[in-house]
């Protein structure tokens, strides 16, 4: 079975504190990506990488930044959390092979900033 | 850009009954995937079922089965015989063929149908 991890479940910042968000994939998956989930908005793309150190852009990247170095790892930074960042964040990750690109996640980290 | 509606927030079934879960997009693309996730209460979102767009026969997993009407752009979801476990979110989400930067692309969400299992 796929395994994607998040390092922390509940997370608690302060306004402009320097946030790091980790994911990590056991199964050499070239996709990863980063979802926000809202109530009421379900889910967002933030950024997604397709190979180590490539990134693009998804619908909602303001405020953002992400980074891969190694496959398995792809982080997600918050350069300045604002309230308004208070947020569950789910990484999720996908073969990427077009016939079978599922995406799998992580059991998601709640951010709140204060 | 792609849209993806779920029009139903919240529904309730007795257990064993079926329940349809309704899903509608707005694409100019002509190949793409279309998903069924849940999420239950421990917040673990699961792949329920997925759909190629150039297939025409509807997609079954188990209890689990879609009604994909591609002209349409509907792509509901019917869970049969349904179980207290069933109990979750369920979103429904659209993904393109047509790659953007490398071979690879986000899904787009819905917002999200809270499906309640009653005993």
């Known amino acids: 079975d796929v395994k994607v991890t998040q390092s922390s479940r509940y997370l608690v910042k302060r306004t402009g504190e320097k946030v790091f968000l980790e994911c990590v994939q056991d199964?050499?998956?070239?996709?990863m990506f980063w979802y926000r989930q809202d109530p009421g908005l379900g889910l967002r793309l933030i950024y997604f990488?397709?190979?180590?150190?490539?990134?693009e852009k998804g619908d909602i990247p303001e405020g953002y930044s992400v980074s891969r170095e190694k496959k398995e790892r792809f982080s997600l930074i918050l350069e300045s959390a604002s309230t308004n960042q208070t947020s569950m964040y789910l990484c999720?990750?996908?073969?990427?092979?077009?016939?079978?690109?599922?995406?799998?996640f992580g059991p998601g980290t709640r951010l709140t900033v204060l | 850009a792609q849209t993806v509606t779920q029009s139903q927030p919240e529904m309730s079934v007795q257990e064993a009954e079926t329940v349809t879960l309704s899903c509608t997009y707005d694409?100019?693309?002509?190949?793409?995937?279309l998903f069924w996730y849940k999420q239950p209460p421990s917040r673990q979102m699961i792949l329920v079922i997925r759909?190629?767009?150039?297939?025409?026969q509807n997609a079954t997993e188990n209890r689990f089965s879609v009604n994909f009407q591609k002209a349409a752009k509907s792509f509901s979801l019917k869970i049969s015989d349904s179980q207290l476990g069933d109990t979750a979110m369920y979103f429904c989400?659209?993904?393109?063929?047509?790659?953007?930067?490398?071979?690879?692309?986000?899904?787009?969400f819905g917002k999200g149908t809270h499906l309640i299992i009653q005993p």
């Open positions: 759909q190629e767009a150039y297939k025409q």
């Open positions: 694409t100019s693309e002509s190949n793409y995937y």
């Open positions: 999720a990750s996908s073969l990427g092979l077009a016939e079978v690109d599922t995406q799998y």
């Open positions: 989400a659209f993904m393109s063929r047509s790659y953007s930067g490398g071979g690879a692309d986000g899904l787009t």
């Open positions: 199964m050499d998956h070239e996709n």
């Open positions: 990488s397709y190979d180590v150190k490539m990134k």
